[in-house]
């Protein structure tokens, strides 16, 4: 029975391509799930393939993705691989008529990643991709500070994520920019850009400038005692660090930082600044992978005094969220499927890939 012919109690049979960190996030949050049955999962890594269809009561495991998509009866599929694989396998899924929900970034670039958009376009299916960082309760709970009008009219706005020693798998496929797509801008700097447009309202781009360095990594300076660049099987061919001035849509400044690997504290810190015209706001995660909830304060006035206050916020939900919402978009039928079909990541691509333009040939790029 396909998708358009099932009732709204009908199980949904959902599939996941990927078993690293990423796709077990996939398998847990939909184990959770009322009505979703996990039917198929794929990976290359034999032994932990067993281990999580054990785990999972996951009748069927393939070790290539095209046999898993062409699986009887399944209706949609998490897509948790290196980025260069989102395209084929999320555009294969979708000609199949599945749902797709991939990881970030949506692809390798914002050709491609129309690509997917209009496969899902012809395909009339949900398109999702996993910004879990939006759905963090500190990021959600400024955002309800902000769009109350607490900061008036938000004009400034400075964002980073920034490591010490946090080249993911040194010599790996993050560091090759054909399998990858770029470096941290790509990989951490595309959850920044994505929780900042949030927060101010989702502004249009008009413009950016961006640098990027790579003067660690290619050192074998800069990934954990794990990965070291004597056991590399890429050379390390992207930034290590970026930065971008980024022009908005009535005259707002939105500034970036995303640094796998710089001289700097040992905790990794992902923050968010913003000025507006009547308040402002800080929100500062140290130890960002670890902590769940940052420290926000929100920076106003009263009667001519300072009317400053700390905002409250519970851990937020991360791929359980992510992957509610897209079961949700799933069952809402096909008027809702129009408005899942990536064009908010595929944005996002596009600034990405504008950024990477502007530090090649040192200039601004206009969108």
């Known amino acids: 029975m396909s998708i358009q012919q099932q009732a709204p109690s009908a199980t949904l049979k959902v599939g996941v391509v990927g078993i690293g960190w990423a796709g077990q996030q996939h398998l847990k949050a939909y184990s959770t799930i009322p009505g ?4 198929a999962v794929a990976g290359m890594e034999t032994d932990l393939l067993a281990q999580l269809k054990e785990e999972y009561s996951i009748p069927h495991a393939f070790v290539r993705w095209e046999d898993m998509i ?7 599929v998490s897509v948790a691989v290196p980025t260069f694989l989102h395209a084929p396998i999320a555009i294969a899924s979708l000609e199949r008529g599945l749902h797709v929900l991939s990881e970030k970034p949506l692809a390798r670039n914002a050709v491609e990643g129309q690509q997917m958009v209009d496969a899902a376009r012809k395909a009339g299916r949900v398109l999702d991709v996993a ?26 706005a400075k964002a980073s994520w920034l490591r010490r020693q946090g080249i993911p798998m040194l010599g790996s496929w993050f560091t090759n920019p054909e399998l990858a797509g770029g470096g941290p801008l790509a990989d ?3 959850h920044v850009l994505d929780y900042s447009l949030h927060l101010l309202g989702e502004p249009k781009v008009l413009a950016v400038s961006a640098s990027t360095h790579s003067e660690l990594g290619p050192r074998g300076l800069g990934g954990n005692a794990r990965y070291t660049a004597s056991n590399s099987s890429h050379k390390f061919e992207v930034e290590d660090f970026a930065s971008a001035f980024i022009r908005l849509e009535g005259g707002g400044t939105l500034i970036l930082e995303a640094g796998w690997a710089t001289y700097r504290d040992e905790k990794d810190l992902m923050d968010f600044t913003v000025y507006g015209t009547d308040g402002g706001a800080d929100l500062r995660s140290v130890g960002a992978s670890e902590n769940p909830v940052a420290d926000v304060h929100v920076f106003t006035e009263k009667d001519g005094e300072n009317a400053d206050f700390e905002v409250v916020a519970e851990p937020g939900r991360a791929h359980q969220a992510v992957v509610d919402d897209f079961i949700a978009a799933v069952r ?3 008027t809702v499927w129009g408005s899942h079909d990536g064009s908010l990541a595929l944005s996002r691509a596009l600034v990405l890939d504008a950024c990477y333009k502007s530090a090649l040939e040192q200039r601004e790029v206009v969108l």
């Not at 979703?36 to 039917?39: G, L, M, N």
């Not at 062409?70 to 949609?76: M, Q, R, T, V």
């Not at 309760?137 to 009008?149: R, T, Y």
Request: net charge negative; charged share 30%.
């Open 188 to 190: 951490i700097g595309v």
């Open 332 to 334: 809402g039928g096909e």
């Open 36 to 39: 979703v049955e996990i039917v």
């Open 70 to 76: 062409e699986l009887e009866g399944l209706d949609a």
């Open 131 to 156: 910004f879990n960082h939006r759905r963090r309760g500190d990021i959600q709970a400024l955002k309800e500070v902000i769009d109350a009008g607490t900061l008036g009219r938000p004009y400034y």
